[in-house]
């Protein structure tokens, strides 16, 4: 451990909120636009995934860069994950000229290329060519935007350094349209989700790992994370947690949230620690919930610096860079209590595990 430890906490006061143009409660189109302006060591993606009823699961991702790479200079990539129901994956990957990249200040309008990501908040057409894929999708939200607090965890003695997030669309309906190679154009309708992150250095120095997951079940909504910072943030945490119903947010405070992770082994492609079991109990003065996710399908495992190339790669190496990222689907279970538990429901379930730290 270091001499001494810095400072990290989640932006909530009201001279946070004023310094960043926000409102308490209240997302404004602006904030899925561009937060960033492209530079060295700032990121940038807007994020989609979905649960398809064919049983397959899509993500989709558009970069400003790679974010195992932030120093460089804008660096556009796009990245699309469709996964089926019999066990057969694809992955794409898109790197385009930096002339190729625009994106809108005022809203979600994300252009690279042929490629698009654009919504209003409510509303987002997201069109992808790659290779012999070609994707369009419409995502509608049914559960409105939101973000805890400002969205911003801010790291250092002054708050020099940031992490932001903002779920654009918790919970949306689907309806998408895929061509893979010379197979037949396929039509499919789901549950979806976006968000959008940005920063202003590597979450690889401020962040050891996070687990991140969202879910439908029945009419519920649920969206839980828990991250941890690095070593010289004192490995603090910050749980992240949304539960709705029927579109009315009921819980969002992570104050009164609490998490564990049980039944862990080590996963022998990346070596990182795995839990096969995420609780999430949150408890107010009126009501008590507990979200269990139960892993049993790994749909991505991937080491960074395997998707480093040449020079690159073995300085990684030699540098000892250590990330991996995990995506998992899964049981998701929520249970409602009122003295005893009253309500259980289940369904499937994406999540992921972000590990950029060295193993403890």
């Not at 190679?181 to 992150?197: A, P």
């Not at 979450?203 to 439908?216: D, S, T, V």
């Not at 104050?255 to 022998?268: G, H, L, M």
Request: proline share 3%; glycine share 8%.
């Amino acid at each position: 451990m270091k001499d001494k430890q810095m400072p990290a906490h989640l932006g909530t006061s009201k001279e946070e909120y004023a310094r960043l143009g926000l409102k308490q409660g209240q997302i404004e189109q602006w904030e899925d636009g561009m937060r960033t302006d492209g530079s060295p060591n700032t990121y940038e993606w807007w994020y989609f995934d979905a649960h398809l009823d064919d049983g397959s699961t899509v993500v989709i991702t558009f970069f400003t860069k790679p974010i195992f790479d932030v120093k460089k200079p804008l660096s556009p990539q796009i990245t699309f994950n469709l996964d089926r129901p019999d066990g057969t994956s694809l992955e794409k990957i898109l790197h385009a000229p930096t002339q190729e990249f625009t994106a809108s200040t005022k809203g979600c309008d994300v252009r690279i290329g042929s490629n698009s990501f654009t919504g209003d908040l409510h509303t987002y057409q997201i069109h992808v060519e790659i290779e012999d894929v070609v994707a369009d999708i419409q995502l509608t939200g049914t559960v409105p935007a939101w973000r805890q607090e400002t969205g911003h965890l801010y790291f250092g003695d002054q708050d020099q350094h940031f992490f932001a997030w903002l779920p654009s669309v918790p919970q949306g309906q689907v309806q998408a349209t895929l061509t893979v190679g010379n197979q037949q154009q396929q039509q499919s309708s789901g549950i979806g989700y976006h968000d959008h992150n940005w920063g202003n250095i590597s979450m690889l120095k401020l962040i050891h790992h996070w687990y991140w997951g969202r879910a439908k079940v029945g009419d519920y909504t649920v969206i839980a994370s828990y991250i941890t910072a690095e070593e010289e943030y004192g490995y603090q945490e910050f749980p992240i947690f949304l539960l709705a119903r029927s579109g009315q947010i009921l819980a969002d405070d992570g104050r009164n949230v609490s998490f564990s992770a049980s039944d862990i082994y080590t996963d022998d492609v990346t070596k990182k620690p795995v839990a096969n079991d995420l609780v999430y109990t949150y408890q107010d003065n009126t009501q008590k919930y507990v979200v269990t996710f139960h892993r049993q399908q790994d749909i991505v495992r991937q080491k960074f610096v395997d998707a480093l190339q040449g020079i690159k790669a073995w300085g990684a190496r030699l540098a000892g860079m250590d990330g991996a990222y995990l995506r998992f689907t899964g049981e998701v279970k929520i249970e409602r209590y009122d003295e005893k538990m009253v309500e259980s429901r289940q369904d499937e379930a994406i999540w992921e595990l972000m590990y950029f730290g060295h193993v403890h």
